[in-house]
């Protein structure tokens, strides 16, 4: 593209565009590690939501971690980048074995996530055949969600660790309350942060009633951090929206609106007066096709509008998207009045699902509270 | 990554990832192209479901174009591999300007899209300064969909060509039935192709009474090009995803399963046998949020579920998504079985819709009814 100077301010900018308050992310980041301070554990922050080795290496501990990523393309980055303590938390495959010895060679100490006897068979073999090992976690189920072995089965979990055997070392459970994303209200994500310690722990229990060494009690989800109280047997907390946050996690009630660092800049390219639309340059291909809020009491569409100072409108929100297209109007029932905005003007709109919408770009636009562009991250995809 | 050799088969290949049938997506171009030769009717392929030069290359008539295309992004990228005849078919702000001149400038006929007076204004501002000129069609409204201006809105319509003056030449009217995707049947879609030619060739015909030359009159959508029967007063069609076609177009009716090009590959990771799902590691990053499929009569979740031959299981769909998780289940009140699948095991899954589960991939990994990897093409996103 031709272009003279850098863009220096959202006023400058192509859009659509991915634009990211480090002050807000900075302020998330020092809200949860306060949390973690006061429950007595350590965090292992997830980079699935950031992708990004500038947001990484705000998030960790230290520059070598701990870490959790969710694709074998982010243990590689991030390994790249200097991180040494990755899990990943996604259910290992026979075929994704190599790739793990090798960044374990490397000198990355990568632990693999598995919940079946064949998984453990095969990450015992590949080590065996290496000399090497494979650390590896057990999932736990402990709210239905997704995958895992029930704490409560004694037998499943010492299956596992028998196949597992010395090259496929045990290194403890993990499990992801995926539910809590569903919950309402501080004591219903009590009750789930305090389901998740109690899946793990009870599976820890059995495992080591076993006879097995079970050194990691991992429980982790935005919502349950911010919520749980006690941690009693937990050894590690894994979160990762919590760096952005969005308006599903404002709809849960783990944050507030002012909270929320991430918004896609968009160009009003123009009006259908008689519907009260506006049309902008941010359809679903800039803000991702998440509907996370269509399930929660208030419906914020595909996107919460905002002036470029990151102010909502109130109730203006993309009410309908195409690929390139956003579709601003009052939501149903609102009493508010649309705002004035003439083609040309800019306004930001603030995510669903952070992790969903900023996976529909290449680099973050990093402002501080106001519109000066102070940097331009470069974020990654793929697997 | 650490390999030996380029996987060379859809059984080698890292997971999860997008797989496109070569031959399938012959057969929709040929079918396309024999249907706008029945009609009479040039076609100017629609680039945004591929965002890929060599399926770019297959679409257009000639090296050079004609073509469609919704981002800048597009057009630089099919500039710079020599397509010369351009329509960025979403409207233009004047920031835009700028690039669309530049485009223009190393021979690129680009032509912006517009339906008010005051992007006329802007356009004819900065082809003035800039001693050149953009050609601009006016959108036209054909379905209360989108953007556009009303068909019998004659006023504005004139008032828009005026302010257009000579730099911002006026080229012509174009609209895009985005309400056949929700048709149903052959006698709604000939209806929704019918109101889609009319709104447009009444535009045409108001500009040219006022004194306007008006050459290109433009409609386009998959769904009317493949079920219109009359294009009288037309000029040239546009049309996008029946390039791979997807979920969305077969629940609506214009293409079979067969016929469906594009999938996504995917690896059994995990088994909840009590609740009949398997767990695979394709969630929604890598098939997009889209539920296109959840207001038809048939409701296929986030995909239907194939084999490694690309043929479906029958009832098995990606009931659920998480980010790197897809949990495969039976469609409910189906009275089919769960197919055997281990850990390890490969499938395939249909899109809901091609340009959002494309968005998600940087390559396609292209097949040609085998399991034989012939090519990789890279495909690009961005603004």
């Given at each position: 593209m031709t272009r003279l100077s850098l863009p220096t301010s959202l006023h400058d900018l192509p859009t659509p565009c991915l634009v990211l308050d480090a002050g807000r992310m900075e302020r998330n980041i020092d809200r949860m590690r306060a949390r973690m301070a006061d429950l007595g554990v350590p965090l292992r922050p997830h980079l699935k939501t950031g992708k990004s080795i500038e947001v990484a290496q705000q998030m960790?501990?230290?520059?070598?971690g701990p870490a959790t990523v969710s694709t074998l393309a982010e243990a590689r980055r991030f390994a790249q980048a200097g991180v040494r303590d990755i899990v990943y938390a996604v259910g290992i495959t026979p075929a994704k074995l190599p790739e793990i010895l090798d960044l374990r060679a490397q000198g990355v100490d990568l632990a693999v996530l598995l919940d079946s006897v064949e998984q453990a068979a095969a990450v015992a073999d590949a080590a065996r055949e290496s000399g090497a090992v494979i650390p590896a976690l057990i999932e736990i189920d402990c709210d239905g969600h997704r995958s895992g072995v029930q704490s409560d089965d004694r037998d499943r979990l010492l299956a596992i660790a028998a196949a597992l055997g010395e090259g496929g070392a045990l290194r403890g459970v993990l499990t992801h309350a995926g539910d809590s994303y569903g919950a309402r209200g501080e004591a219903a994500l009590r009750a789930c942060a305090e389901a998740e310690r109690l899946a793990v722990v009870t599976a820890a229990q059995h495992l080591r009633a076993g006879g097995h060494a079970c050194p990691v009690v991992s429980v982790g989800s935005t919502p349950t951090a911010l919520s749980a109280t006690d941690l009693a047997g937990v050894t590690e907390v894994r979160a990762g929206v919590y760096v952005f946050f969005d308006l599903v996690m404002a709809g849960i009630g783990v944050c507030d609106h002012q909270e929320i660092a991430l918004s896609v800049l968009a160009t009003v390219i123009g009006h259908q007066e008689d519907k009260g639309w506006i049309l902008v340059d941010a359809g679903w291909m800039a803000l991702s096709r998440d509907r996370g809020t269509a399930s929660q009491d208030v419906d914020q569409g595909y996107g919460l509008v905002c002036g470029v100072d990151g102010a909502?409108?109130?109730?203006?929100?993309?009410?309908q998207a195409n690929q390139e297209h956003g579709v601003l109007a009052l939501r149903t029932g609102s009493t508010g009045r649309l705002p004035r905005l003439a083609i040309g003007d800019r306004v930001r709109i603030f995510p669903n699902h952070a992790c969903a919408t900023a996976a529909q770009h290449d680099r973050y636009h990093v402002v501080r509270?106001?519109?000066?562009?102070?940097a331009i991250w470069p974020r990654f995809g793929g697997w």
């Open positions: 960790m501990a230290t520059p070598q909502p409108f109130g109730d203006l929100i993309v009410a509270g106001d519109d000066a562009v102070e």
